[in-house]
């Protein structure tokens, strides 16, 4: 419940100030006034990412160097070049969705996310976590990754004073961290000591040098950025393609829309990359889900100084405002009556090119926006894949969302 566009809450002794509607917002991502910082549960995965790309505080240096070294890395043409790899593991989840009956529950959130952690492993750093093979267990490191993640929220809601009582979870925590990080310094060590030419992300922040200051990332920033890919990059878009799941089988003229879309442009064929440039349907599910379920569903922020926030609200420089984009996404001075209807026809390219300016941002803001937004399409996309499967009908769970965990 909220009181107006801004409102604010006191949470385990900090105050929030939130925005949630589209006209305040767009004084947020003016990059002169404010800038991001990083607050709540994503504070406390610091500890186990550190400094990388989307923990950094502002203006931290070894950000600036990941930043320059990995941004080439995440052009369109270096995407493409990872598609084989990410077909690889869709192919994975397809196999074993064949494999069910048709009165299964299959449980999609999971799936999704065996599917995704699955995917930027073996795109950045050619490690195979191998969960579809694994039964209902996960890898060594999938395992202490989540429990990092739901400590790290656990925390956000207990005031610092407090957190001596939990001195057990906490070493857990650290326990867990560090098992990360040795996970990770044993693969960057297996790959020092294996000549073989491996163009990935890891390669590319073992041997790149930042073209501004001559610099090469540390090993420290390479393991944070390790994390961070792993963390951040599975997370979002697991929830993302559950959430599309959900829509589509609740709307099933949409979903009728996407088998069709499918079923005309690749038929029978292997899909391939430039499959994915034919889709506008597709990718309009994508986007319309992004809007009403952005798996990231907010950013912060706070102003270099003193601001007047709408002309009403004064914030202060260091007070943490999460735009809410779960809200500012529904706004009907935007989206009009029907904001909180899955309506994908909104997002079709000649609907999409007319939105006013930041009003789907779903990927963040300025220059600590997503750096692997490209790559968090093509694999979404992707879902193309099951639509193409003869043996994976989502039409028959169309009537009953349930049937999908």
């Not at 369109?76 to 529950?105: H, V």
């Not at 990092?148 to 809601?157: D, H, N």
């Not at 990935?200 to 950025?225: H, V």
């Amino acid at each position: 419940v909220t009181s107006g566009p801004v409102y604010t809450m006191t949470f385990a002794g900090q105050k929030f100030i939130y925005v949630c509607n589209y006209e305040i917002a767009q004084e947020l991502y003016d990059g002169a006034r404010f800038h991001k910082i990083v607050a709540s549960g994503v504070a406390n995965l610091r500890y186990a990412a550190g400094n990388g790309l989307f923990t950094a505080q502002v203006d931290n240096h070894e950000w600036e160097i990941a930043h320059r070294v990995l941004l080439p890395h995440f052009g369109a043409s270096k995407i493409r070049n990872m598609f084989p790899s990410m077909i690889d593991i869709a192919e994975q989840l397809c196999l074993k969705w064949a494999r069910f009956g048709p009165t299964a529950l299959i449980n999609v959130s999971s799936d999704f996310t065996r599917l995704t952690l699955d995917t930027i492993a073996l795109c950045t750093m050619s490690f195979r976590f191998n969960s579809f093979y694994l039964g209902d267990r996960v890898h060594p490191f999938v395992e202490a990754m989540t429990a990092v993640l739901a400590e790290a929220e656990t925390q956000s809601g207990i005031p610092p004073y407090l957190g001596f009582l939990r001195w057990s979870s906490q070493a857990k925590f650290f326990k867990n961290i560090n098992f990360m990080t040795q996970t990770c310094k044993e693969i960057i060590g297996n790959r020092r000591d294996v000549a073989a030419d491996t163009p990935d992300l890891l390669d590319a922040m073992l041997t790149g040098r930042d073209a501004k200051t001559g610099e090469e990332m540390t090993e420290e920033s390479i393991i944070n950025n390790m994390i961070t890919f792993l963390i951040a990059g599975h997370e979002a878009t697991s929830g993302l393609l559950s959430f599309v799941f959900y829509f589509l089988l609740e709307n099933p003229d949409a979903l009728q829309k996407a088998y069709d879309e499918v079923g005309s442009i690749i038929g029978g064929e292997r899909i391939s990359v430039h499959h994915l440039q034919q889709l506008p349907f597709i990718d309009a599910v994508l986007k319309e889900t992004l809007r009403l379920m952005p798996t990231a569903p907010g950013f912060f922020v706070t102003p270099f100084k003193t601001e007047i926030l709408g002309g009403n609200y004064a914030i202060h420089a260091g007070e943490p405002i999460l735009a809410l984009l779960h809200l500012i996404q529904r706004d009907p001075a935007v989206w009009g009556d029907n904001a909180e209807e899955f309506k994908p026809e909104r997002m079709l390219k000649h609907n999409f090119e007319k939105l006013p300016k930041n009003s789907w941002k779903p990927f963040g803001n300025g220059k600590r926006a997503c750096i692997g937004r490209a790559f968090a399409w093509e694999e979404a996309q992707l879902v193309c894949f099951v639509f193409q499967s003869s043996e994976t009908d989502l039409s028959n769970f169309a009537d009953s969302a349930e049937n999908f965990a």
